[in-house]
């Protein structure tokens, strides 16, 4: 079995140590090629590579970004005309998860130990014994993403910890919740919701403030708490969505506790919820932040979103 390892040298919680462990535990099990990425987007390239090439694997040493490069890596190496909204997962090399970032939400998701070691011990035991789970995919635009997307709140936060990293912050639990209050309070006009979604054949939602679209549950983790705004998401069904309409304290604060709730039920008068949809667009009226599993992609007025099911092999 041929595998592709694609490492990302500046990974949270990485050293050249751990990379060595991991490529000769892998080494035990496969044939095994390394390359490192140098810049962002190069796993990108790595991965659709990897796929013409024919690898059977490929490997990713890294967080949730490196991911969701590799993965829009392997679907790029589809001919065109095979990406519509079911993908062929047999035509690509299946994709395996070190989870080496700082919240590994898709390695955890797909069942995955959230610290590498015990991780690559169910890697090489999947790949020894050809354990693969095919999972669905959503696409927003020409680009995919694994477990989460959004416009408004949720991607203006992750703006400001993006920049405060650049600035030599540490990603942690207070950086993101100090970083929610400020975009709340401060950053984002709340008095005048600007986000549409429309879908084939229903009536639009419309003056939305901000919204949450998963590929699967949970959205995300605080520590080892799982986040579930859309509880019933599924890598097996469509897409999910939680769209808030106005964002004023008491309703956000309820809305908030429902998500953070053990047993997670958001719901009221200010909650959309949309459950397993294949296909859908969001528009506004002025720019909305905007990002996909966790990386921030700038301002969009426009995003079209499809369920693409079926679409790549996990190893688990």
Request: hydrophobic share 40%; proline share 6%.
């Amino acid at each position: 079995m041929r595998a592709l390892l694609v490492a990302n040298p500046k990974a949270t919680t990485t050293s050249e140590r751990t990379r060595d462990v991991i490529v000769r535990a892998l080494r035990s099990e496969v044939d095994l090629s390394v390359e490192y990425t140098h810049r962002r987007g190069h796993a990108v390239a790595l991965a659709r590579q990897a796929a013409q090439e024919r690898f059977d694997v490929v490997v990713t040493l890294g967080g949730d970004g490196t991911v969701n490069e590799a993965v829009n890596g392997l679907m790029s190496a589809l001919p065109a005309t095979d990406q519509p909204a079911t993908a062929t997962a047999e035509r690509l090399p299946a994709l395996a998860v070190v989870p080496v970032g700082s919240t590994n939400v898709f390695a955890r998701a797909v069942g995955l130990p959230p610290q590498w070691p015990e991780a690559t011990s169910v890697l090489i035991e999947g790949l020894r014994t050809g354990r693969f789970r095919t999972i669905g995919l959503g696409r927003a635009d020409d680009r995919y993403f694994t477990f989460c997307a959004g416009l408004g709140l949720d991607a203006a936060v992750i703006r400001q910890v993006e920049r405060a990293r650049l600035r030599g912050r540490r990603s942690t639990v207070g950086l993101y919740l100090r970083s929610m209050v400020s975009e709340y309070f401060i950053g984002m006009d709340r008095r005048h919701p600007a986000i549409r979604l429309e879908q084939p054949g229903e009536p639009a939602h419309e003056e939305l403030a901000t919204v949450v679209i998963q590929n699967t549950a949970p959205w995300t983790f605080i520590g080892d708490r799982a986040i579930n705004p859309n509880p019933l998401a599924s890598f097996d069904l469509g897409l999910d969505v939680l769209a808030v309409r106005q964002l004023r304290v008491p309703s956000t604060t309820r809305t908030l506790a429902q998500v953070a709730a053990r047993t997670p039920d958001p719901r009221g008068r200010q909650v959309v919820r949309l459950h397993d949809l294949s296909e859908f667009t969001i528009s506004a009226t002025r720019p909305q932040a905007f990002q996909l599993d966790g990386d921030y992609l700038g301002e969009r007025l426009k995003v079209r979103f499809t369920a693409v099911r079926e679409a790549l092999r996990v190893v688990h």
